[in-house]
């Protein structure tokens, strides 16, 4: 995703999709918070913030690290 995003943040089109972002209050205020009532809330949610007229900006930096489910089982739980 990383390369994909960098290439469409020239366009103001980068999608929200998953964790590590970071928003300004005042967008999620001005968009009434994340979206909710859809499978996609995170991808909703970006596509809220851009029709109000707010610039997305891609960092192409680790900010953080995790794990995650090595098997769908453990995806499962």
């Known amino acids: 995703?990383?390369?994909i995003e960098e290439a469409k943040d020239r366009f103001n089109a980068t999608m929200y999709?998953?964790?590590?972002?970071?928003?300004?209050r005042q967008t999620l205020e001005e968009i009434g918070g994340f979206a909710t009532g859809v499978i996609t809330e995170d991808?909703?949610?970006g596509m809220l913030i851009q029709a109000n007229g707010w610039e997305t900006?891609?960092?192409n930096k680790v900010l953080a690290v995790g794990l995650v489910?090595?098997?769908y089982r453990n995806l499962l739980k």
Do not use: K
């Open 69 to 71: 489910p090595e098997t």
């Open 1 to 3: 995703m990383r390369l």
């Open 17 to 24: 999709i998953g964790s590590n972002a970071l928003f300004r």
């Open 57 to 59: 900006v891609f960092v």
């Open 43 to 45: 991808m909703a949610t």
